[in-house]
């Protein structure tokens, strides 16, 4: 998911898009619990420390915050997160922080960047 930080040059703001986190790709299924939308499945595309990446079928309004249930290596995760982007069929979502989930989004990383790494050099 890219993340978005804002320079401030003179008196216009600019916005720059800026991955903070590396990602890694990801392609597990995907719930998405919405307010507005009710339950949609989908699957995923990358994920980050900081969000995770979707292909949905139906649209869910950017801002939204919505609860995403998946799984990854180490097991299942429930977490909050906030649509920040859309592009056609695919979402980009913003993890709202819970600890105990960040801790298991962490160690997926990091097993995912070495798994990748060494996919990457054969």
Known sequence: M?????????????????????????TVKIRVNSRTCGSLSGHTVDISRSGISAMLKIEVPLGELVELEFTVPIGAVTVYAMVRQRSAFRYG????ESKPVMEIIEATCRQLAVE???????
């Open 2 to 26: 890219e993340a978005q930080n804002q320079h401030v040059t003179g008196p216009h703001t600019n916005i720059a898009e800026k991955r903070q986190q590396p990602r890694f790709k990801l």
């Open 93 to 96: 979502m913003q993890f709202v």
């Open 116 to 122: 990748q790494a060494l996919l990457g050099d054969l």
